[in-house]
């Protein structure tokens, strides 16, 4: 395989070095500027790509060492949307019955557009510190709207809520044109809603905020697609499902059938990266609605755990999901990033890179190539 997604491939984010959370730590607070923390952003970046190629992996990242939070720092790039703080809590689950919340919610204040790149600089110091295939990573908008419905977009900015997808898919028509031209040719979308959907808890709160979850997937399908549209035919796109991604912790649960035709056969996407760690994520059934010619991604390795998974265990998975879709469409991955916030999961760094390996020498032996 020459484009992604690869054989071996990884979701995106990467556990933060610790001088490199005290640094975001002093900027915050005034201690250093902007430029002393971006070349200690750019130190740690350089490890992290050698760390991702010295594990085999083909698709380079730049462990989204920029941001805070896998959504946030991109969202907000854009004009018209705000961070707030609000009374509609997202509870995070543990091992153990561990337990935590963030109140934290991404607001559309006014009208949606982009004044300005967000991940062009990013990207083309990537490029220049790998040979391998740099990967962009970009949160999609869907998850925003999911949380709260109409409710976290302003009346007064958008009385019609179809102008605020229309805004929002040309704010990011702006930002992958200009990726595109400075040579992007593999893009991810993460996406939370799609995966989110399947819990029981969620479906009823979406009810609540005047959404209809069985309508969602076909929605959200369509503005996924609308956002890649028009991109140029070397460019990969990939869409990874998630649920829920925060200090080991995730926040829901459930399988893939209640959008898995959907999400697979409505959006126009490359490849998709699917959770599948544990029992949380269901049956590989819903794959028997994968196209043909669409990548699934196989998240069997956790990014949470620091337990080592055993190859056997994960060749068997492959060959249990290969029922349903053929194998050579079938890709290995972690089920998810290790730091989707600058907290990060409760393993090490080693981990991380011998979780890397160990999807690089699985891709070796079951499909003889990464």
Same mark, same amino acid.
């Given at each position: 395989?020459?484009?992604?997604?690869?054989?071996?491939?990884h979701?995106?984010?990467?556990l933060?070095?610790?001088y490199?959370?005290?640094?975001?730590?002093?900027?915050?607070?005034g201690?250093?500027?902007?430029?002393a923390?971006r070349?200690?952003?750019?130190?740690?970046?350089r490890?992290a790509v050698?760390?991702?190629?010295?594990?085999?992996?083909?698709?380079?990242?730049?462990?989204?060492?920029?941001?805070?939070?896998?959504?946030?720092?991109?969202?907000?790039g854009?004009?018209?949307?705000?961070?707030?703080?609000s009374?509609y809590?997202?509870?995070?689950?543990?091992?153990?019955?561990?337990?935590?919340?963030?109140?934290?919610?991404?607001?559309?204040?006014g009208?949606?557009?982009?004044?300005?790149p967000?991940?062009?600089?990013?990207?083309?110091?990537?490029?220049?510190?790998?040979?391998?295939?740099?990967?962009?990573?970009?949160p999609?908008?869907?998850?925003?709207?999911?949380?709260?419905g109409r409710?976290v977009?302003?009346d007064?900015?958008?009385p019609d809520?179809?102008?605020f997808?229309?805004?929002?898919?040309?704010?990011?028509?702006?930002e992958?044109? &200009?990726?595109?031209?400075?040579?992007?040719? /593999?893009?991810?979308?993460?996406?939370? %809603? !799609? #995966?989110?959907?399947?819990? +029981?808890?969620v479906?009823?709160q979406?009810?609540?905020?005047g959404?209809?979850?069985?309508?969602?997937?076909a929605?959200y399908?369509?503005i996924?697609?609308?956002?890649v549209a028009?991109?140029?035919?070397?460019?990969?796109?990939?869409?990874h499902?998630?649920?829920?991604?925060?200090?080991s912790?995730?926040?829901?649960?459930?399988?893939?059938?209640?959008?898995?035709?959907?999400?697979?056969?409505?959006? &126009?996407?490359?490849g998709?990266?699917?959770? /599948?760690?544990t029992?949380?994520?269901? %049956? !590989? #059934?819903?794959?028997?609605? +994968?196209?043909?010619g669409?990548?699934?991604?196989?998240?069997?390795?956790?990014s949470?755990?620091?337990a080592?998974?055993?190859?056997?265990?994960?060749k068997r998975r492959?060959?249990?999901?290969?029922?349903?879709?053929?194998?050579?469409?079938?890709c290995?991955?972690?089920q998810?990033?290790?730091a989707s916030?600058t907290?990060?999961?409760?393993?090490?760094?080693?981990?991380?890179?011998?979780?890397?390996?160990?999807?690089?020498e699985v891709?070796?032996?079951?499909?003889g190539?990464?």
């Amino acid at each position: 395989m020459t484009r992604g997604p690869f054989r071996a491939d990884h979701v995106g984010s990467l556990l933060r070095p610790d001088y490199l959370k005290e640094a975001r730590a002093q900027h915050a607070a005034g201690a250093i500027d902007a430029q002393a923390l971006r070349a200690l952003e750019d130190r740690a970046i350089r490890e992290a790509v050698a760390l991702q190629e010295q594990a085999g992996m083909k698709a380079i990242t730049d462990g989204e060492f920029r941001r805070a939070f896998w959504h946030v720092d991109f969202l907000t790039g854009f004009d018209g949307v705000e961070a707030t703080q609000s009374d509609y809590a997202v509870s995070f689950k543990g091992k153990g019955g561990a337990l935590s919340q963030t109140k934290s919610m991404l607001s559309v204040t006014g009208k949606v557009g982009r004044s300005k790149p967000i991940m062009l600089d990013s990207y083309r110091f990537l490029k220049s510190v790998t040979q391998e295939t740099p990967k962009v990573c970009i949160p999609s908008p869907t998850y925003m709207h999911l949380r709260g419905g109409r409710k976290v977009v302003a009346d007064a900015a958008y009385p019609d809520p179809e102008a605020f997808w229309a805004d929002m898919v040309a704010a990011y028509h702006a930002e992958i044109a &200009d990726l595109a031209q400075a040579g992007l040719s /593999y893009l991810q979308l993460d996406d939370v %809603s !799609f #995966a989110t959907i399947c819990d +029981a808890g969620v479906r009823d709160q979406v009810r609540a905020d005047g959404l209809d979850p069985d309508a969602l997937p076909a929605k959200y399908a369509h503005i996924v697609s609308a956002i890649v549209a028009g991109r140029p035919a070397g460019m990969t796109v990939t869409m990874h499902t998630c649920r829920g991604n925060h200090d080991s912790m995730w926040m829901a649960e459930g399988g893939y059938d209640a959008v898995a035709d959907a999400m697979l056969n409505l959006t &126009d996407v490359d490849g998709f990266f699917m959770e /599948y760690d544990t029992e949380r994520a269901g %049956s !590989f #059934a819903p794959l028997r609605f +994968a196209p043909k010619g669409k990548k699934i991604v196989l998240g069997l390795v956790s990014s949470k755990e620091a337990a080592m998974e055993s190859k056997d265990d994960l060749k068997r998975r492959i060959d249990e999901a290969a029922r349903y879709v053929p194998l050579d469409q079938l890709c290995i991955s972690p089920q998810c990033g290790f730091a989707s916030t600058t907290v990060g999961n409760r393993i090490t760094e080693d981990v991380e890179r011998r979780k890397l390996a160990l999807c690089a020498e699985v891709a070796l032996e079951v499909w003889g190539a990464l």
